[in-house]
Nanobody, 118 residues
Framework: QAQLVESGGGLVQAGGSLRLSCAAS?????VGWFRQAPGKEHEFVSV??????AYAASVKGRFTISRDNAKNTVYLQMDSLKPEDTAIYYC????????????????WGQGTQVTVSS
């Protein structure tokens, strides 16, 4: 059974930074980050496929995704955080087809809360 565990969330002031981690029980080529604000659906944030990466327009230039293959861990460095970044952040793996769609992923972590105060 695949397992993903997110960590690193918390409360930060606008303009601050957080680094999220996604530790996987297996090595996956594709790992995505999504977020879900109250009352909204999962929103694509970023994906790493091997060494390639992609970002949502709303976070491009502020967030950076990276991976440590030796640790089966993917990171999401979040800088210049804004109140609108407040959400539960999830990592997901084993994607097929469109990496920007939550339904493309088979395995999900439990999520980590990120709260950005103004």
């Amino acid at each position: 059974q695949a397992q993903l565990v997110e960590s690193g969330g918390g409360l930060v002031q606008a303009g601050g930074s957080l680094r999220l981690s996604c530790a996987a029980s297996f090595s996956y080529v594709t790992v995505g980050w999504f977020r879900q604000a109250p009352g909204k659906e999962h929103e694509f944030v970023s994906v790493i496929v091997g060494t390639d990466s992609a970002y949502a327009a709303s976070v491009k230039g502020r967030f950076t995704i990276s991976r440590d293959n030796a640790k089966n861990t993917v990171y999401l460095q979040m800088d210049s955080l804004k109140p609108e970044d407040t959400a539960i952040y999830y990592c997901a793996s084993n994607a097929r087809n469109n990496y920007r769609l939550a339904t493309s992923y088979d395995y999900w972590g439990q999520g980590t809360q990120v709260t950005v105060s103004s």
